[in-house]
């Protein structure tokens, strides 16, 4: 009795694919074959349904949505406070102004800055009167008139006077006095309780920390001043992308259009989150990018031996990543890095230009492979 469609036209096609698909395994497995080479010819790659793809190189190396703050260099941030301790007479500026290097933020009231003055006068005063004894004394020893140590004290008397008096003069400075107002309180010893706080840069008044009439005591804020360009953003990059960005790439914030340079990574990672702090010099189109504001940022780098291949053109052994580039005998196997994955696209290192890879039928390929070591 014979069998019910064994002539079917369709069946004996589809038997004989398949016969010729395991045949071109078994040729696979004979001795001869180089442990991460499989050869190959162009009909077994064709019954083993094989696509080819040649590698595409990334122009770029991006990440994206990356979270990042908005912050200030330490070097342009500054806080001015009261030298000595009285009262707020008045406030000059406010917040948001803009002001200068110099300019009169605010007057402050301090009996304090009198009795400096005060003692400052005292000292210029003991330093004249022993400098004259010391001219005096040094005229009547180079006479012979006087002795050796009556001569030593009188010099050693001015350079103490001299001592309390730069003391003295370095005290009102950092006081807030000007090097003029010094000048001004040496010549005509008027001694005053009003003292002016400037700005030390040029820059904005981001906060007021005083009052008018308020009591403050030595080194209490009452301005916070920063210039505001440029700016920092402090990036917070996944250890993983870490291979995939270096110090000068590109760092832009989309959606206000700044632009600026990473300037360092981090050398440790944040154990919680797994990521390393990044830093970037932004320099264009900052207006928008306000101290304390929280931003997405994109880094780009240029994609240097960085190839992209379709996400299942992978494969691994011992869980280290292969593909499978085309040689003229059949197929090699080659281990890559991996930089990152995104979608069905994989970044990797390890591969070179003009090569084509495997994108279909990889796990023949892979079963070719074990079978021939």
Known sequence: MKRMGSNIPGQ?????KFALFFFA??????????ADSISLSAAQIDAL???????????HASTHGLPARVVLPNNQLFIVSSPLSGYIEKMEANVNDQVKKGQVLAWLQSPSLAEAERAYLEAQTRFQLASETMKRDKKLFDEGIISQSRYSSARSRYIEAQAALSGQKQILALSGLSEGALKA??????????????SPLDGFVLEQMGIAGQRVDAASPIYRIAKLSPTWLEIEVPAALLPRIKEGSLVTVQSMHAEGVLSSIGKSVNPASQTVMARAKMTRNIDS?????????KISSASENLWQVPTESLARIGGNPIVFVRTPSGFQARFVEIVSESGTEVLVKGLSGGETIAVHGIAALKSALSGSK
């Not at 004996?12 to 004989?16: E, G, I, L, S, V």
């Not at 395994?25 to 180089?34: D, E, I, R, V």
């Not at 309180?185 to 400037?198: D, M, T, V, W």
Request: aromatic share 0%; charged share 20%; net charge positive.
């Open 25 to 34: 395994l078994s040729l696979l497995s004979l001795p001869g074959h180089a």
């Open 289 to 297: 990018l306000k101290p304390g504001l929280k931003v997405e940022a």
């Open 185 to 198: 309180l040496a010549e005509n010893g008027k001694i005053g309780s009003a003292l002016a706080l400037r």
């Open 49 to 59: 349904d094989i696509t080819t793809a040649p590698v595409s190189k990334a122009s």
């Open 12 to 16: 004996h096609m589809k038997t004989n």
